[in-house]
């Protein structure tokens, strides 16, 4: 239990007892003060000041969590789009060089490790898949046009995993499906082979 949700339960508990208490102390001060001119209305002004007081504090801690998972989120998407983004990068780079040698292996491992931390389990099979195509086009330490096409390809799978895995509910709460997603981002990929 988070210490935010705990104080939240002290609230409404206290705000419980104080309601409780305030209508039985509110009955005695209305027989005793029953002679005192605005005795009463002065009781239900103070027990009235309290109870929105704490009514208050119990909104303001909500909304305090509220942003807290808000900005947690955020931090979260930034860096797996910072991972994303470093991935693809690289083989980016590994492509143009047409060469692959020990270090490149080493940091797509690296890469490999920090996807681990932050990818979704779809997103982790398809970047699975991915190296198991990317480990037979390497093999040779050489990446050919044919190689290149097989590697943009399962690039294009991953790039559907990875969009679904950031953007996923936004798409769908446009209406848009990742099959329509997935079907277009690899028909571009196989339209920019042809250049």
Do not use: C
């Amino acid at each position: 239990m988070s210490k935010l949700t705990r104080e939240n339960y002290i609230y409404m508990l206290l705000s419980i007892v104080l309601i409780l208490g305030g209508y039985w102390f509110l009955r005695y001060a209305y027989k005793v003060a029953d002679s005192m001119p605005f005795s009463q209305e002065i009781v239900l002004v103070i027990l009235g000041t309290i109870i929105t007081i704490f009514i208050t504090a119990i909104l303001l801690n909500k909304q305090t969590e509220v942003e807290l998972k808000k900005e947690e989120s955020i931090k979260f998407i930034d860096l797996k789009t910072d991972i994303y983004l470093q991935l693809i990068d690289y083989l980016e780079y590994i492509i143009l060089k047409e060469d692959v040698d020990k270090k490149d292996k080493i940091k797509l491992r690296i890469l490999g490790h920090k996807l681990a931390i932050v990818a979704s389990s779809d997103v982790l099979a398809q970047f699975e898949k991915f190296i198991e195509k990317f480990i037979i086009v390497a093999d040779d330490h050489e990446v050919g046009t044919k190689d290149t096409n097989i590697i943009m390809e399962e690039l294009a799978k991953l790039s559907v995993f990875i969009r679904y895995d950031l953007i996923g509910p936004i798409d769908m709460r446009q209406g848009i499906s990742q099959e329509r997603l997935a079907k277009q981002i690899i028909n571009n990929s196989d339209a920019l082979q042809k250049i």
